[in-house]
Each structure stands twice: as C-alpha cells, then as structure tokens.
C-alpha cells in the first residue's frame, strides 16, 4: 500500500487531465506505459537489493557499498532534500485545498495543524506511520475503482446516455496530437506521478519479514498501479475531448476542473467537486506523511554512517529517529513560512531544487544495482541464493539510466521556445544538478574517496537497522 499510495496522487487526480490534452490520449497512454514499465524495472533493481540488505536509509547504503562513499553521501543528502522540501510543499498544497471550503481561511494556520498532525503519525511510532498510510493508500484506490465502474458504464452507455464511446479518442489529431515530441514531454509529467514508489527500499528496513513481504510489494505494484493510470486515462480520453479548455486548467488550485471531477460531473454527481477535494487533500497529507518518514529514515541513516551530524542518531524508547524527526518538522515549518516572506523567493528556489531529485535518486538505484550485481558474481557467489532477483539484469538497470537522462535533458525544453532560451528558466530547470555535482565531488575530495572495486564491495548484513 505504501508503494501503491506512492505512486497514486495528484499526479492522476488532477494533471492527468494536461496529459491528454497536451499529448492527446494515445499519447498520453503511450507515455505512462513507458515510463510504467521503466518504474517496474527500477522496482526490481530495488528489490533485489532491498531484500538482501533490508535497511533504513537504503539508498545511501547502496551508493556508499556499491560505488563509491561519495556517490551514497551525495545520494543520502539528494534524497533527503527531495522529501523534506516535499513536506512544506504540501503543506501549501492542503491549505490551497481548504480554501475550496473555507475560502477566507488562513494558510499559514491550515499549515501548522496538518503538519501537527502529521508529527503526532510519525512520532508516536511507526505502526501509526503504516496505519496511516494504509488508509490514506485505500481511499485513493476506492475512489480509482469507482471512476473507472463509473465511466466505463458510461462509455458503454448503460449508466449515461448516449454512450459516450470512443469517438473522442480518435477525433480530430488524436489518438496521438503532437507525435513523438509530445510523448517524450508527457515523459516528465509521468516520472513525477510515478515518484515514491521506490519509498519501498526505505520501509524496508523496518518492515516485517522482508524476504517475503517487499518482493511481494515489488510484483504487485507494477500492475495495479500501471492498469489504475492506463484504464484512467483511457476513461478519460474517451469522455473528455482532448480539445476540451478544462484539462489544460488542471490544477490542485482549481479541483473543478479535475478529469475526474469532470466525468462524475458529466455522469450527474452533483458533490463531484467537494468529493475529488476531499480525496485530493487525503493524497496531500498522504504525501506530506511519506516525505516526513523518508526523509527522517534517510537523515537517521547518514548520521549512522557518519555523513550527518551525531545528533541525528539518536532514537527514542519507542524506535523513531526522534532528534532526526524534530528537525525535519522544524526545516519544513520554517521553509513553509517563508513562503509568506519577501514573495516566497526561498521557498520558489528550494522547491525548484527539488525538480531533479527524484529522477537523480532513481538513476542512482539503477547505477547501484548495475554494480550490485556485477560484484556479487565478481565475488564468486551464487546468484540462485539472492531471495528476491530482478528479470531483465543488465538491460532493467540500463533502460531506467537511459529513461532517467531523457527526462533529465527534456526538464528544461520547456525554457527554450522560438530558438531563444530562458536562461533564468533553465537555471530554475536544472538547479539540483549542478548541487547533485557539487556534493559529490566536494565529499570525494575532502575524504579522498575512490570507486569501490567490485571484488571489495561489502555485502555483509551485521549491523543493518
């Protein structure tokens, strides 16, 4: 359910309607099965590694034995910036949604209770973290499966008439308005609706009997979540004309114009809009709760291996990263506040800078997966001992790096328009790379550190948390 709620957020609810009308529904189907697919292979590179050395904080453990100390220290920090800039994110994301409500209400004190409660989930204990999401995971996939009964009784024509049939997926440009360009500018949208789903990895650690449990996460992922976005759009596109204004207006600003909110609208539910609300506020707060773990795992991880301050190891009777915890709700408060000072500036750039580093974090699992492998044949053991072993080795951890680079090239295409650039535009656009860099090479140079050969890896287990 964590990696299923993960992937399923406002990315489906509300920008799954820009897709289709940027790309038409062929299009937009053609992009997230791409990018689907290229999830599932970054899945089971996860997997392997997740069941084998099961530890919180994964990532940065991975890089560090894998690669090289540098590359887990850059990747640990990377990480840890995605999740906890994604809380104060979401915090201004939920306050937007109450308006919907409540439209003279204040944002900062909306911010502060959904962040108070989010604190009490995650530091009561972790069963309360999995319980949470749990449910928050279950209403997302309820209010999946009622859409997708919903329309396809009306496209058929048996819950609205006419049917609504597929002519709209073949009018005008569609299937495919744009060609390739428009797929491959779909691709970004996609990766970022599929981000989260490798929060597996960091659950791992602290989950029971991973052996069993994250393999089976793995396998059964890939199809819900990818039949959930395939049927969705597919209802979508045969409902909605991609020509229809209201897709483009997509946005958790504006949840009446939801794709969804437009088919149940079209379908005669009248508490269509209040419904998608409340739906897309349990996806916020899912999110901020998942961001608040993560990046209190990662934090806790560092500390452990020395890359982040003592501190930050410190846990509680009841096994949370209590100090690590403290200061990511502190960082997260402090970054949402300063959305209201000095027009937001610092906040704009620290969210900016979180624009990559999804998709860094993911082309580091899939270079330490490439190495994971190729040290544990280089250090003579068996790979039929491996409790859990990824299809496809080596082209899964190859087509993930190569989808990752695209994405990562096409971030700024949006900066270029009539042959000119929008140099301010293509610093906002790739702002996290050049830190990812710097990072790097900056640990690598203070701590003289060098790639790991592969005959020294270490695949030890003792001391994994």
């Known amino acids: 359910m964590i990696a299923i709620g993960g992937a399923i957020g406002t990315g489906l609810f509300v920008a799954s309607g820009a897709t289709v009308s940027q790309a038409g529904p062929g299009g937009a189907l053609a992009a997230y099965i791409a990018i689907g697919c290229m999830v599932y292979f970054l899945m089971t590179s996860l997997g392997e590694m997740a069941t084998f050395l099961p530890v919180s904080g994964s990532f940065e453990t991975y890089g ?188 958790v600003d504006n949840i009446s114009v939801s794709p969804f909110t437009l088919v149940f609208q079209k379908a005669g539910l009248a508490f269509a809009a209040s419904l998608m609300n409340a739906v897309i506020l349990t996806s916020v707060l899912s999110a901020c709760n998942s961001a608040t773990y993560a990046s209190t795992r990662m934090l806790w991880s560092m500390a452990e291996q020395g890359k982040a301050p003592k501190i930050f190891r410190k846990i509680n009777s009841k096994g949370i990263p209590s100090i690590a915890l403290y200061a990511n709700i502190i960082f997260g408060l402090l970054v949402f506040l300063s959305s209201f000072v000095g027009g937001g500036v610092v906040y704009i750039w620290l969210l900016n800078m979180t624009g990559l580093t999804g998709f860094l974090t993911w082309v580091g699992i899939a270079i330490c997966h490439y190495r994971f492998r190729k040290a544990y044949i280089a250090q003579g053991r068996d790979l039929n001992q491996l409790k859990y072993k990824a299809k496809w080795y080596p082209f899964g951890p190859i087509i993930t790096l190569v989808l990752c680079i695209i994405v990562i090239i096409g971030q700024g295409s949006q900066a270029i328009s009539g042959g000119s650039i929008n140099w301010y535009g293509m610093l906002v656009s790739y702002i996290s790379l050049p830190v990812f860099i710097i990072l790097w090479l900056g640990y690598k140079f203070i701590k003289k550190t060098k790639v790991v050969p592969l005959e020294e890896c270490d695949f030890s287990q003792e001391h994994l948390s």
């Open 64 to 251: 560090t034995r894998f690669v090289d100390p540098a590359f887990g220290f850059t990747l640990g920090w990377n990480y840890w910036l995605s999740w906890s800039t994604t809380i104060p994110a979401e915090l201004a994301a939920g306050a937007l949604v109450m308006k919907y409500w409540l439209p003279g209400s204040s944002d900062i004190l909306w911010g502060i209770l959904f962040l108070a409660i989010i604190f009490l989930l995650n530091v009561l204990s972790v069963k309360n973290f999995g319980e949470a999401e749990f449910w928050f995971a279950g209403i997302k996939v309820v209010t999946i499966i009622v859409f997708l009964v919903i329309g396809i009784l009306m496209i058929l024509g048996i819950f609205f008439s006419p049917a609504a049939g597929i002519h709209n997926f073949t009018a005008g440009e569609a299937p495919f308005k744009g060609g390739f360009l428009a797929i491959i500018g779909i691709f970004m949208i996609a990766g970022f609706s599929f981000q989260g789903t490798e929060m597996v990895g960091i659950a791992a650690g602290e989950s029971e009997d991973p052996e069993r449990n994250v393999p089976r996460a793995i396998r059964s992922v890939f199809w819900r979540v990818l039949i959930f976005y395939v049927l969705a759009i597919a209802v979508i596109g045969m409902i909605i004309p991609y020509t229809d204004p209201s897709l483009l207006k997509s946005d």
